[in-house]
């Protein structure tokens, strides 16, 4: 098994790059998610919003390729705490497949990805930067896997 982060954004700052690639870093490498930057829809002055996230959810669907578990990140997701993450990413093992974990653009995700997805997880009902995003779930990763693994890192 192996998790890739899939992503709809534009270049990010170097804090941001530095602080995944540091909790990226520390997981073993089946756990260790591989980044895939997909570029966001060519946006004009009379938008559409639906049609962009089509076109967005359409190259996280291709990149996820067809075998595997695609979780949505969606606002009106599932919260999971960090130790439900820890057993999320146990029977992920368990199970063998790979995990694609889906960050869509600014308008979210369409139709067609959050009916393929298995499942949809909010990590806030806060709006999040884009960037963010991909360092906290580097950290929540490497949190999960230091439970499992009964690490002191976690202390709840």
């Known amino acids: 098994m192996r998790i890739r982060l899939l992503t709809i954004s534009e270049r990010q700052p170097a804090w941001i790059n530095d602080g995944y690639a540091e909790y990226a870093r520390r997981l073993p ?56 993450l820890a057993e999320q990413v146990r029977r992920w093992t368990l ?26 997880w909010s990590l806030s009902p806060l709006t999040l930067p884009h960037g963010l995003v991909r360092v906290l779930i580097a950290e929540q990763i490497y949190r999960a896997h230091s439970i499992l693994e009964g690490h002191p890192y976690h202390r709840a």
């Not at 966001?40 to 359409?58: F, I, N, P, T, V």
């Not at 889906?102 to 393929?116: F, K, N, T």
């Open 29 to 84: 490498k089946h756990l260790a998610p591989e980044l895939v930057e997909l570029p966001l829809a060519r946006r004009g002055k009379s938008g559409d919003a639906a049609k962009y996230k089509e076109e967005e959810s359409q190259r996280l669907l291709a990149a996820a390729g067809r075998d595997v578990q695609l979780i949505a990140l969606d606002e009106r997701g599932c919260t999971w705490s960090s130790v439900q």
């Open 95 to 120: 199970d063998g497949r790979d995990v694609a974990l889906a960050i869509g653009g600014p308008d979210g995700h369409a139709a067609a990805l959050l009916e393929r997805a298995s499942a949809r």
